[in-house]
């Protein structure tokens, strides 16, 4: 998992509840990146971050939302408007947006 | 569309045999394409990464190919181990002025003893 981490491994929400999952990275890596692992889907991009203080949305950014206020931190906040949750969520960073990517260890998120 | 798409879904293999993973993109404009390895329930690790101008590139057991005429790649496993048993996913990144990077489903590989 290369010096990436992400707390908690498991989660719960209830309905209307926002929880926010933290992944904080020690490469000195400038961009970071939050995907969503469905069963039997591919990784789809929610929100990346090329440098500190900026942070773009990608394919399915609804109902959630980042911030970069630190270089080795980018929690993803999951709100009450993200209808469908239940997923595996991955952090992952690297040097740069055309630089391999390096994965934490994942948070999955069960909605009670 | 810029699709990548693998194949087969899952393959079932014995110990010390080799096979052949598969993926076929429709990314455009090609940048490079990688290969990740995810255990269970973990973050993937890459495997290899290959740019337009490479066909081959092997990483141990695991060798990865391009033919970026025919845009499609495999991933060799030579002579699997248990420790092999994991999902595979191709990985295919667009030449853009920004960030875009098309995810394969991943191809399911059990290694049996």
């Known amino acids: 998992d290369g010096g990436i981490t992400q707390s908690p491994k498991y989660l719960f929400r209830k309905e209307g509840q926002n929880v926010t999952l933290s992944c904080e990275q020690n490469?000195?890596?400038?961009?970071m990146y939050w995907y969503r692992q469905d069963p039997g889907q591919g990784l789809r991009l929610i929100y990346y971050s090329q440098i500190v203080n900026d942070f773009q949305k990608g394919d399915i950014a609804e109902g959630y939302s980042v911030s970069r206020e630190k270089k080795e931190s980018f929690p993803l906040t999951v709100t009450s408007a993200q209808k469908n949750p239940t997923a595996f969520y991955l952090c992952a960073s690297s040097k740069a947006t055309e630089e391999t990517q390096y994965f934490g260890p994942g948070t999955r998120l069960l909605v009670l | 569309k810029n699709q990548v798409e693998q194949s087969p879904q899952s393959l079932i293999i014995l110990e010390g045999k080799n096979c052949t993973l598969q993926?076929?993109?429709?990314?455009?404009?090609?940048?490079?394409l990688r290969w990740y390895k995810q255990d269970t329930g973990r973050g993937p690790v890459s495997l290899t990464i290959m740019t337009f101008s490479e066909n081959t590139k092997s990483n141990g057991r695991y060798t990865a190919t391009l033919d970026a005429d025919t845009k499609q790649s495999s991933l060799h496993i030579t002579a699997s181990q248990l420790s092999d048993s994991a999902s595979y996913i191709c990985v295919v990144s667009v030449q853009t002025g920004g960030f875009k990077t098309i995810f394969g489903a991943g191809t399911r590989l059990f290694v049996k003893a």
């Open positions: 993926c076929n993109y429709t990314v455009s404009p090609f940048s490079n």
């Open positions: 490469l000195n890596h400038d961009a």
